[in-house]
C-alpha cells in the first residue's frame, strides 16, 4: 500500500509461453500482492494458468468471471448490456482497490490493446485512478511464426479480420488484402476457408492452434477439416511482396 491511490496494471503476458513474457510483465507477476484476471466460470483461466509457477503465495487473487461467453449471440443486444454491467462491476472493484492504495496486476492474454478485456476496464478507470499498460508479444504475432513462413514482404500490407464478420465482406476483404490474419475463428472454420478459397488464396493459408504453447499445431487450411479449432485459433495466409 501507498499513501495515495495504487496503481492498476493492465499487463500483457504475450500468446502463451511464460518465456515470451516480458522482463517489465514478469517483475510485475512475481512481485504483485493482488492479481486480477479474467475467466470463464468453472474454468482456472487461460491467463492464471499462465503465471502458475510466477505468484507469490501471499497474493490476493481476484477472478472476474464472464457473465456469458458463447451463450448469447454477440450481436444480440442483450449480450452487449450484460457484458457492459460486468465490466462496469469488476471496475468499481477494482477501483475502490487502488483507492484504498493497492497495486493491482490485471494478467491479460495477448496484448491489453489488441482484442483485449482489459481494454473496457481502461476506458472505465483511467480517469479514476493511475492505470498503466505493459504491452505484450500478439497471438497473431506467436502464430505466423509457427508456420516458419514470414508474414510481410516488401510493401506487403498487413490486414487483420475477424471471423465473426459476414462471409461476402470477408470474401472481399481477403481477395484485396496482401496478408490476412483472421482473428476469432473457433466455430466460424468453414466461413474463414471457404471466403479464403473464394478469394483465391486458400493454397497459402494456414490453420494455428494455440500458438507458443504446448498444444501447438500448424497446418494448411485446406487440411484441417470442419471440427471446431480451440480457443486459441488463427488463420494466416501470408504476403507475397517483393523481395531483394
Known amino acids: 500500500m501507498t499513501g495515495g491511490p495504487g496503481t492498476i496494471w493492465g499487463v500483457g503476458l504475450g500468446p502463451g509461453d511464460p518465456d515470451l513474457m516480458s522482463v517489465r510483465a514478469d517483475r510485475l507477476v512475481r512481485s504483485g500482492t493482488h492479481i486480477a484476471y479474467f475467466r470463464k466460470k468453472g474454468r482456472p483461466g487461460r491467463a492464471r494458468k499462465i503465471v502458475e509457477e510466477l505468484l507469490r503465495p501471499d497474493a490476493t487473487e481476484i477472478a472476474m468471471e464472464y457473465p456469458v461467453t458463447t451463450e448469447i449471440a454477440f450481436d444480440d443486444p442483450a449480450y452487449s448490456a450484460c457484458l457492459s454491467d460486468f465490466y462496469a462491476d469488476v471496475s468499481a472493484q477494482l477501483r475502490d482497490l487502488a483507492l484504498a492504495g493497492h497495486d493491482i496486476v490485471v494478467l491479460c492474454e495477448g496484448d491489453p490493446f489488441f482484442y483485449g478485456s482489459f481494454m473496457h476496464l481502461y476506458t472505465r478507470l483511467k480517469d479514476a485512478v ?50 490476412i490474419v483472421v482473428m476469432k475463428v473457433g466455430r466460424n472454420l468453414p466461413k474463414v476457408r471457404a471466403a479464403m478459397q473464394a478469394a483465391g488464396k486458400l493454397d497459402r493459408a494456414w490453420l494455428v492452434e494455440c500458438a507458443s504453447m504446448a498444444e501447438e499445431r500448424a497446418i494448411p487450411l485446406a487440411e484441417a477439416g470442419d471440427v471446431t479449432p480451440p480457443y486459441f485459433s488463427i488463420v494466416i495466409a501470408h504476403g507475397q511482396g517483393r523481395r531483394p
Open 130 to 179: 493511475p492505470v498503466n499498460v505493459v504491452p505484450a508479444i500478439t497471438g497473431m504475432s506467436a502464430a505466423w511464426t509457427a508456420t516458419g513462413i514470414p508474414i510481410t514482404w516488401g510493401d506487403d500490407v498487413l490486414t487483420i479480420l475477424l471471423g465473426t464478420m459476414p462471409s461476402e465482406e470477408l470474401e472481399r476483404r481477403m481477395r484485396d488484402a496482401d496478408a
